[in-house]
């Protein structure tokens, strides 16, 4: 235990900015959870690994010379279709399935992930540094590295358009309409089939640019993408599926969270802290619930 | 049917007892096989019978193996300077205090986590579903990630377990003593199982699989017997995590102990290969996937984990019956169900 930020009040602000900041790039990683959970009704263990995976797809540019700032636009291109390819290889087999294969069969892919990016990109912590200098606040009290305040208005703008594209495009449409029903949908003449393939995608994509804004403003490792998954599901249990300003506010919440728990209980409990809470917020609303004698399901 | 079900018992039996002396050089992955038994074996109370996909048996194998440990070490020695004292082995255990501290040990392993599933049972088995399952998944996780934060057990570098003492045989010796440990608790977990399945027990947790809401409706106390039999599997999967302890001798937090991307996932996958809610199905599925382990793991040189990634979809998706769900549809009399020649013709497969 540290309590040095209650004795310092100013690393309060430092540690809210940070988590807020934080916590957009995890709401954008719950926003493409909420998209898949609720058209496919499929949890996607492998999430955090294709995070992962997008972030190595920028420090591979940053590797090679380019500024992983750019990392932003290739990134989910890539993504988006290894996505649409799981998607034909693993997921569409599982799509109408017990949600345990589901789980299951995606932590299988998650191991296989993590192991292959093991191979390719190594077992080292490596960050793409994006050269943003940093912005002090506060007469200096509080640091906040620019590329920080870039990820996350990134994220928003992502977000946004993500939003705008699904109100308004002809996929966005029939992708609601597939969440709706997928029944109805496929008798009124839309492919589900492309459809799912296309939403897996598209949280594939999402995950691409929440990873290239990771590799830029924290660091890449090919076993940390569990934690990603978890937090955006815990994110998505928060706010409930399909509710937009929940899960913006509850992934800054989380980050908030984190902050506060690295500054007081140290950085080795930071993960342990966060599926703890997981663990926790299930238990309370089990028992919120079954006083109404439901249950979660 | 009474008669080939006795011989087959009999040849494992016999097999379990001589196979040490059989084959002497794989005394150590036989055991371990017994050990991926008891797993499989204790997660299809919950996965199979009782249709709660847990991925958190493993919290229990974990706390087990800790516990374990550190009883043999704290009854004797003060347990902070044995784990800072890491590797070297400034203390030793006299024969005695060995056998002594590992019997308390074991007993400790059994109970706690029999405690603990009692403790946290009423609140993570109310959740159903995907949410149990994710749910139980952070339970493993933060018990290793938090137990890679308290010092006392070694924090994240670990704690070893006691050696052998010395004066009392020799290696062989040990490993075939460790051998015959984990071969009785496989046995006793068996016929534990095999006899609690064929009680009031079993019913119940088949009909909390088939309809929970029903079994609750017709008067049945469905809590009770899920926190019962998480207990039961506690129990088991704790005494394993103890033997693995001082099978290995040395326990680290996340890849020993809570090991949820090895056993974690082994058990699972060993039940559904198997086929799951039945009792021998976790069995076979066991045996089949260590000899596939221990015989294919070497061709993998290094790329075990990537074959294990794909073994898990391959199974997953396409046999999820396991191998006794195979066996019953290929040869339904054996099973017990009767089948009426006319009314298989008449069947259409729909698609």
Same mark, same amino acid.
Not at chain 1, 205 to 229: D, E, M, N, Q
Not at chain 2, 75 to 102: D, I
């Given at each position: 235990?540290?309590?040095?930020? %209650?004795?310092?009040?100013?690393?309060?602000?430092?540690?809210?900015?940070?988590?807020?900041?934080?916590?957009?790039? %995890?709401?954008?990683?719950?926003? +493409?959870?909420?998209?898949?959970?609720?058209?496919?009704?499929?949890?996607?263990?492998?999430? +955090?690994?294709?995070?992962?995976?997008?972030?190595?797809?920028?420090?591979?540019?940053?590797?090679?010379?380019?500024?992983?700032?750019?990392?932003v636009?290739?990134?989910?291109i890539?993504?988006? %279709?290894?996505?649409?390819?799981?998607?034909?290889?693993?997921?569409n087999?599982?799509?109408?399935?017990?949600?345990?294969?589901?789980?299951?069969?995606t932590?299988?892919?998650?191991?296989?992930?993590?192991?292959?990016?093991?191979?390719?990109?190594?077992?080292?912590?490596?960050?793409?540094?994006s050269?943003?200098?940093?912005?002090?606040? %506060?007469?200096?009290?509080?640091?906040?590295?620019?590329?920080?305040?870039?990820?996350?208005?990134?994220?928003?703008?992502?977000?946004?358009?993500?939003?705008?594209?699904m109100?308004?495009?002809?996929l +966005?449409?029939?992708?609601?309409?597939t969440?709706?029903?997928?029944?109805?949908?496929?008798i009124?003449?839309?492919?589900?089939? !492309?459809?799912?393939?296309?939403?897996?995608?598209?949280?594939?994509?999402?995950?691409?640019?929440?990873?290239?804004?990771?590799?830029?403003?924290?660091?890449?490792? =090919?076993?940390v +993408?569990l934690?990603?998954?978890?937090?955006?599901?815990?994110?998505?249990?928060?706010?409930?599926?399909?509710?937009? =300003?929940?899960?913006?506010?509850?992934?800054?919440?989380?980050?908030v969270?984190?902050?506060?728990?690295?500054?007081?209980?140290?950085?080795?409990?930071?993960?342990?802290?966060v599926?703890t809470?997981?663990v926790?917020?299930?238990?309370?609303?089990?028992? !919120?619930?079954?006083?109404k004698?439901?249950?979660?399901? | 049917?009474k008669?080939?079900?006795?011989i087959?018992?009999?040849?494992?039996?016999?097999?379990?007892?001589?196979?040490?002396?059989?084959?002497?050089a794989?005394?150590?992955?036989?055991?371990?096989?017994?050990?991926?038994?008891?797993?499989?074996? *204790?997660?299809?109370?919950?996965?199979?019978?009782?249709?709660?996909?847990?991925?958190?048996?493993?919290?229990?194998?974990?706390i087990?193996m800790?516990i374990?440990?550190?009883?043999q070490?704290?009854?004797?020695?003060?347990?902070?300077?044995?784990?800072?004292?890491?590797?070297?082995? *400034?203390f030793?255990?006299?024969?005695?205090?060995?056998?002594?501290?590992?019997?308390?040990?074991?007993?400790l392993?059994g109970i706690?986590?029999?405690?603990?599933?009692?403790?946290?049972?009423?609140?993570?088995?109310?959740?159903?579903?995907?949410?149990?399952?994710?749910?139980?998944?952070?339970?493993?996780?933060?018990?290793? @990630?938090?137990?890679?934060?308290?010092?006392?057990?070694g924090?994240?570098?670990?704690?070893?377990?006691p050696?052998?003492?010395?004066?009392?045989?020799?290696? $062989?010796?040990?490993?075939?003593?460790?051998?015959?440990?984990?071969?009785?608790t496989?046995?006793?977990t068996? *016929?534990?199982?095999?006899?609690?399945?064929?009680?009031?027990?079993?019913?119940? /947790?088949?009909?909390?699989?088939?309809? $929970?809401?029903?079994? @609750?409706?017709?008067?049945?106390?469905?809590?009770?017997?899920?926190? /019962?039999?998480?207990?039961?599997?506690?129990?088991?999967?704790?005494?394993?995590?103890?033997l693995?302890?001082?099978?290995?001798?040395? &326990?680290?937090?996340?890849?020993?102990?809570?090991?949820?991307?090895?056993y974690?996932?082994?058990?699972?996958?060993?039940?559904?290969?198997?086929?799951?809610?039945?009792?021998?199905?976790?069995?076979?599925?066991?045996?089949?996937?260590?000899?596939?382990?221990?015989?294919?793991?070497?061709?993998f /040189?290094?790329?075990?984990?990537?074959?294990?990634?794909?073994?898990?979809?391959v199974?997953?998706?396409?046999?999820?019956?396991? &191998?006794?769900?195979?066996?019953?549809?290929?040869?339904?009399?054996?099973?017990? $169900?009767?089948?009426d020649?006319?009314?298989?013709?008449?069947?259409?497969? /729909?698609?």
């Amino acid at each position: 235990m540290d309590l040095l930020i %209650f004795q310092v009040p100013i690393l309060m602000v430092q540690a809210s900015l940070d988590g807020a900041l934080l916590g957009i790039l %995890f709401a954008l990683i719950a926003y +493409g959870m909420a998209l898949q959970w609720g058209v496919m009704n499929i949890i996607n263990i492998a999430q +955090g690994e294709m995070v992962i995976l997008g972030g190595y797809i920028a420090y591979t540019m940053y590797v090679m010379g380019i500024h992983p700032a750019y990392g932003v636009i290739v990134s989910p291109i890539i993504m988006y %279709f290894i996505g649409w390819l799981l998607y034909k290889l693993v997921i569409n087999r599982v799509v109408d399935r017990d949600l345990f294969i589901s789980i299951l069969a995606t932590f299988g892919i998650s191991i296989l992930t993590q192991q292959l990016m093991n191979f390719i990109f190594g077992a080292d912590v490596v960050v793409a540094q994006s050269n943003f200098g940093t912005t002090l606040l %506060f007469d200096d009290m509080v640091t906040l590295p620019n590329a920080k305040i870039f990820s996350a208005l990134i994220g928003i703008i992502f977000a946004i358009g993500l939003v705008l594209y699904m109100k308004k495009s002809k996929l +966005g449409r029939a992708i609601r309409a597939t969440s709706q029903n997928a029944r109805a949908a496929k008798i009124l003449g839309i492919d589900t089939e !492309r459809v799912y393939a296309a939403t897996f995608g598209i949280n594939a994509a999402l995950c691409g640019v929440a990873g290239a804004l990771i590799s830029i403003t924290f660091t890449l490792h =090919p076993y940390v +993408g569990l934690p990603y998954t978890v937090r955006s599901f815990m994110i998505v249990i928060i706010a409930g599926l399909g509710n937009l =300003p929940g899960v913006a506010l509850s992934g800054m919440g989380l980050g908030v969270f984190e902050e506060f728990s690295d500054y007081i209980l140290g950085t080795e409990f930071r993960i342990g802290s966060v599926f703890t809470l997981l663990v926790l917020i299930l238990v309370y609303r089990r028992f !919120r619930l079954s006083r109404k004698r439901e249950y979660l399901e | 049917m009474k008669r080939n079900n006795l011989i087959l018992y009999g040849a494992l039996l016999v097999f379990g007892l001589l196979a040490p002396f059989l084959f002497p050089a794989f005394k150590l992955q036989i055991s371990f096989m017994w050990i991926l038994v008891i797993l499989a074996l *204790t997660w299809d109370v919950q996965g199979g019978q009782m249709g709660y996909n847990t991925f958190g048996n493993i919290l229990f194998f974990g706390i087990g193996m800790y516990i374990c440990a550190s009883t043999q070490i704290g009854l004797f020695f003060p347990l902070e300077e044995w784990t800072a004292s890491g590797g070297e082995k *400034t203390f030793l255990h006299t024969p005695s205090q060995y056998f002594l501290g590992l019997s308390a040990g074991l007993v400790l392993a059994g109970i706690v986590p029999v405690v603990v599933a009692a403790l946290i049972g009423y609140g993570i088995l109310g959740l159903r579903g995907h949410y149990f399952a994710i749910c139980t998944l952070g339970l493993g996780i933060a018990a290793g @990630e938090l137990a890679g934060g308290i010092e006392i057990i070694g924090a994240g570098q670990g704690m070893t377990a006691p050696p052998w003492p010395k004066g009392i045989g020799d290696t $062989e010796f040990r490993s075939e003593f460790f051998y015959f440990l984990t071969f009785i608790t496989m046995l006793a977990t068996f *016929t534990f199982l095999r006899w609690a399945y064929q009680r009031r027990f079993g019913l119940v /947790l088949n009909a909390i699989r088939d309809n $929970e809401d029903k079994a @609750e409706a017709m008067g049945i106390h469905t809590m009770r017997y899920k926190i /019962l039999g998480w207990m039961v599997s506690a129990f088991f999967v704790g005494i394993a995590g103890g033997l693995v302890g001082n099978m290995v001798g040395y &326990i680290e937090p996340t890849e020993i102990a809570f090991a949820g991307a090895t056993y974690g996932v082994f058990m699972i996958l060993m039940a559904i290969l198997g086929g799951k809610g039945t009792l021998w199905g976790p069995v076979i599925g066991a045996m089949v996937f260590h000899i596939f382990k221990e015989g294919f793991w070497t061709f993998f /040189l290094g790329w075990q984990y990537v074959a294990l990634g794909v073994l898990i979809v391959v199974i997953v998706i396409f046999f999820p019956e396991g &191998i006794m769900g195979w066996l019953r549809e290929k040869f339904p009399e054996r099973f017990g $169900e009767v089948v009426d020649e006319a009314d298989r013709k008449a069947q259409v497969v /729909l698609k």
